[in-house]
């Protein structure tokens, strides 16, 4: 069986570092510990030991970490050897593991082991996943609140409650015929059931937002040819990462750049000019433009001060600021038109153009910090789950409406894990880095 093989793996980065921590889990994890490190009692405790091969020869000295299973990250028995992150000392300490009977854990393995004895569950590991990958401070403070548990609980929170309301429909099904109960018992549930799936809805939504946090908050530069999208891009970006020129329809390919902006991960996409052409490739920019406007969180709408037409995207996403160009080189005879004057050239603009992304970020922000930011998976059976709910309410015969509840409840089991996810598992630990 694979899960009763001990794993190790190098859990700090990589080779030379100060320390390297190599982590160990399984059932051998603590006699191999005593015949590198010598006798100890087995609790959780840091010792300070040399550490030795199997023929005596010192290999390093360093602290072991004694975590006795099931008060471990895993729940098995686990080490951890923190030693000097020289190649030769991680390479002479795994070859001693792998000659005592360890093997070197897959990428996510000791995560998934967590798992499986129930010291996570599958929305606090893709919270320890994000945890892990998170570059921004608000991708941080998501993926620490998911990992804790807070997303968990709300999803368990509920499945409660349609178990009491199934508990409540099942009692008045066994009293039927007794004409002392008075009314229907059940009856009492419906309107917390319609509270629960507004929650619900509230959720998806929230979690619809939080994806934005999570993977980018997508703004798109949108506008005519020769705008001066490109120069406003390289201008956030400090650098010369689009190709600008003088020559109408210069950007055909969607060019992307991530910034941190007050700790939010904002995704700034350069897109084509948008007009009607003959130019194969300028097309192909086109519709490329197109496309990148309808997953657009925000549209800057560029257009030169003054210039006609009056240039409208098709698809208007919720949030368009409309920004008139090359300020240096005219003041807007109609200032109504713009939300906000920019030039490239001297850079004035550009603070506003920040401020106004910032505080769209941050709206959608606070809308969710309360509730946290589950991913698509989440959507799915959180639809699921309120369609349920929604047939439960809309039915007339009990045992029926029982059934939808039991359903919906299974949906919201199958987000944390508790109902049959292993098709789902492969996925999300697949995810890990080894040693994680
Ligand atoms: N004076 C002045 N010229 C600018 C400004 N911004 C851009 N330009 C010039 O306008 C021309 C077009 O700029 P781009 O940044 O390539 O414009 P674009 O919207 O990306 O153009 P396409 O990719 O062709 O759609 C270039 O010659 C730029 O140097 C500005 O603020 N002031
Ligand atoms: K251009
Ligand atoms: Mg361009």
Redesign the pocket.
């Known amino acids: 069986m694979r899960t009763r093989d001990t794993i190790f793996a190098l859990s700090s980065g990589g080779t030379p570092s100060g320390v390297a921590v190599i982590r160990v889990s399984g059932v051998k994890a603590l006699t191999i510990a005593k015949q590198m490190a010598g006798d100890f009692k087995n609790k959780r405790q840091m010792l300070l030991r040399s550490i030795r091969s199997r023929n005596g020869e010192l290999i390093d000295k360093g602290l072991v970490l004694i975590f006795p299973g099931p008060g471990s990250f895993t729940g098995e028995d686990c080490v951890e050897f923190q030693l000097h992150g020289g190649r030769a000392v991680v390479a002479l300490a795994s070859s001693e593991l792998e000659a005592l009977g360890c093997r070197y854990a897959e990428a996510g393995e000791f995560t998934q082991r967590a798992f499986e004895n129930g010291k996570l569950d599958l929305v606090e590991v893709e919270g320890l996943g994000d945890l892990i990958s998170a570059d921004t401070e608000m991708q941080r403070r998501l993926a620490a609140e998911q990992m804790a548990g807070d997303l968990s609980g709300r999803y368990h929170a509920w499945a409660k409650r349609l178990t009491h309301a199934r508990a409540m429909i099942e009692a008045e099904l066994d009293f039927a015929d007794e004409e002392d109960i008075p009314g229907s018992v059940s009856d009492q549930i419906w309107p917390d059931l319609v509270s629960l799936r507004a929650e619900i809805a509230a959720q998806i939504q929230s979690n619809k937002l939080g994806q934005s946090i999570r993977d980018g908050f997508k703004v798109v530069i949108s ?1 005519p ?7 406003f891009l390289n201008l956030m970006a400090g650098r010369d990462v689009a190709i ?8 055909r390919d969607i060019i992307e750049i991530d910034l941190d902006i007050d700790g939010f991960l904002i995704r700034l996409i ?1 897109t ?2 948008i007009r009607e052409t003959t130019d194969l490739v300028e097309q192909e920019g086109v519709r490329r433009a197109r496309a990148a406007l309808e997953a657009a969180d925000m549209v800057l709408l ?1 257009s030169e001060i003054d210039s006609d037409p009056e240039h409208t995207p098709e698809v208007m996403p919720p949030r368009v600021i409309r920004i008139g ?5 005219k003041r807007p005879a109609h200032p109504e038109r713009y939300d906000l004057l920019f ?3 001297s850079g004035d603009g550009l603070d506003e153009i920040r401020a106004a992304i910032l505080s769209a970020v941050k709206a959608d922000w606070e809308s969710i910090s309360q509730m946290g930011a589950g991913r698509q998976r989440h959507i799915n059976h959180l639809r699921e789950a309120s369609n349920f709910v929604e047939e439960a309410l809309k039915g007339s015969d009990l045992v029926i409406r029982a059934e939808y509840l039991r359903l919906a409840a299974e949906a919201l089991g199958r987000i944390t894990g508790r109902v049959d996810v292993e098709d789902l598992l492969g996925v999300i630990f697949s995810e890990f880095c080894v040693g994680k």
Do not use: Y
Request: charge should be neutral; aromatic fraction near 0%; avoid cysteine.
């Open positions: 506008g040819p020769n705008a001066g999208k490109s120069s600008v020129t003088e020559v109408a329809g210069t950007t350069d084509a000019g560029m160009t090359k300020l240096d080189l030039s490239a050239k």
